[in-house]
């Protein structure tokens, strides 16, 4: 089992930033991929980012492709996101998620372990 515990939502206006917070624990060693979803209003869940578990090899969606940032502190076991300008379609709820495999695909992602969400919204 993973356990995941996200920080740093909130309300920012258009063009503004956040930087959400994953602290991991449990099993961490048994996902590939950290990664970042999130679920806008009335829609299904979709991949953000996602990172390699102790590397640095990164994915990104189209959407949010040089907007959002997401690393990684191995010693803290903790992955961030970074989220700059931020767009009234960002507002979403954000998933922290522990990956079998590398896919920002639900369908393809295997196993996932999930947070419990953290809301961000952007006003214009």
């Known amino acids: 089992q993973v356990q995941l515990a996200e920080s740093g939502g909130g309300s920012v206006q258009e063009g503004g930033s956040l930087r959400l917070s994953c602290a991991a624990s449990?099993?961490?060693?048994?996902?590939?991929?950290m990664g970042w979803f999130r679920q806008r209003p009335g829609q299904e869940r979709e991949g953000v980012a996602r990172i390699e578990h102790g590397g640095t090899n990164t994915d990104y969606s189209d959407s949010v492709m040089g907007r959002f940032t997401i690393s990684q502190d191995i010693v803290k076991n903790t992955i961030y996101l970074q989220m700059n300008g931020l767009k009234p379609e960002d507002t979403a709820m954000y998933y922290c998620?522990?990956?079998?495999?590398?896919?920002?695909?639900?369908?393809?992602?295997?196993?996932?372990?999930w947070g419990q969400g953290t809301q961000v919204t952007v006003s214009s």
């Open positions: 449990g099993a961490t060693w048994s996902s590939n991929c």
């Open positions: 998620t522990a990956l079998q495999y590398c896919s920002l695909r639900l369908q393809g992602a295997g196993r996932i372990y």
